[in-house]
């Protein structure tokens, strides 16, 4: 199975991270699990799972991008800070002329 097909069984976009290809996984599972269809046919549900297995390895090998929505940053410690407690860009960039004027 390719990977535009894989994606377009599960419904995810291009840049889908691990996180939303599990969410798309277990909806698309609930939807075509041969015990909960009328026919009880496993087709559909064979396909979800070979297209979630191949997205997986796909996500693994090259992982989405940090900065898109839905991808899995990564935490950092300014950004856990209240929004008083951070330094500004400013005060950052020129410190020690600040601090000369704070002397006089």
Not at 10 to 18: S, T, Y
Not at 49 to 54: G, L, P, R
């Amino acid at each position: 199975m390719d990977e535009a097909t894989a994606r377009t069984i599960l419904g995810v976009g291009p840049h889908a991270g691990p996180a939303e290809l599990r969410r798309a996984f277990r909806l698309r599972s609930k939807e075509t699990h041969p015990d909960l269809t009328d026919d009880g046919s496993t087709g559909a549900f064979d396909d979800v799972q070979t297209a979630h297995a191949v997205l997986a390895e796909l996500a693994a090998r090259v992982p989405a991008p940090w900065w898109l929505e839905g991808a899995d940053a990564p935490r950092s410690r300014i950004a856990e800070e209240p929004p008083m407690r951070r330094k500004s860009h400013f005060e950052a960039l020129f410190r020690d002329a600040l601090q000369q004027q704070r002397e006089q």
